[in-house]
């Protein structure tokens, strides 16, 4: 089987910092990571787990084990003394060739977690300035303005206003109340929800107003979404994770509530709380993700769906790893999806098992330049999609 074409991205020459890379490693779990590359048994077990080797030929050098040995395995061996053609591999490895699904981790019989070592070296390669540029154009607006896309709370607050008054013709009363006190849910978006698609926003402000919930907006900390993460820049994802629940505490918000991004869902509920020095690992506000509260709010009659307007067609539903093996959450959107679709078909593999459509980890923002490879990796899914028959997909 020949190699997998590699999309190795040519940086600047640069001076590698193996003191840097070094220090690194060594402020991380070392033991935990050592005990990692030691015990696996080369049983390429996690091999047929990965959507990335299964949609392109199986080829060997694609397998879970292969390229945490082939990066972060040489990275600890030669104790950091790489060049950059190295580090423009593990690029290549860590960013195109895994999207830290974690799937790999839930067949590998020792618990292997090849999604957190390779986001080491995502770390690793950010540490020499060799993250892809769209992510650090992201990384550097969150560092800057709080969030992904530099809006301004100008900017926020009219998009919000514009799609309140919209709304109002739809459902009366719609109002998008910002920073109010002791609400049950802090909402938090996608800054593209407030760039490109406000009618998200709109529809939220309806359910809610539906609903007779008691929500708000924060003026700060609204953006839920974490790139920092996937950029390797724990730093930055640490204050960005923090904007939200300062915020949410500033407020005595009850809850976090997520919009329908699942990285942001993973961020603020399980990784955030690391990034951002708590030690217990737990978010100082509960997180909730939206599907979880639109099943409860269909399952306890709240809001009301016709019956006669269900969809007749067959649908089926892509469970986002960072919601459903990464978050928990598979069950909430089966349950909205009963009160939807007449003909739900599942996909072979679903749930905790389902497999990555090839867009997570940060690489579906990495822009056109990385696309035909996200294409090549997507080829897995495509075929469990088109196997249900389906005419519709539902994703979050
Ligand atoms: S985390 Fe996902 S993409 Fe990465 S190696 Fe494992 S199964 Fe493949
Ligand atoms: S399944 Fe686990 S032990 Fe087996 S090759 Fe993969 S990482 Fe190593």
Sequence with gaps: MPDPP??????????ISVKKIKEFLGAQDAARIRAW??????????????????????????SPAYKVKSTLGELVKRKG???????????????LQCSLCKRCTVFCPFGIDVATMLSLVRSVCQGQDMAPDKLKFFTKNCDETGNHAGLTLEELVETCEWMAEESRDTVRGVTIPFDREDAEYMYTINPREAQFYPQDIAMAAQIFTLAGENWTMPSMGWDCTNLPMFTGDRKTAGKQAEYVYSQARKLRAKKILITECGHAFRSLKFEGPYLAGYADGLAPVPVVHYVELLAEYLD???I??????KLKKP?????????SRNGGVWEAPRRIIAHLCEDFRDMAENRDRNHCCGGGGGILPMGPDYRPRRMANGRYKADQIKATGASYLIAP
């Design 315 to 323: 649908v089926t539903y892509q469970d986002p790893c960072n919601l």
């Design 6 to 15: 590699l999309f190795v991205e040519k940086f600047p020459p640069r001076e």
């Design 300 to 302: 306890s009659g709240r």
């Design 37 to 62: 590359l030691s015990l696996c048994s080369r049983c390429g077990l996690c091999a047929e787990s990965c959507y990335v080797y299964l949609s392109n030929g199986r080829a060997p050098k694609l």
């Design 81 to 95: 003394r790489v060049d950059q053609a190295f580090l423009e591999k593990c690029h290549e490895v860590s960013w």
């Design 304 to 309: 009301k769906i016709d019956p006669a307007k």
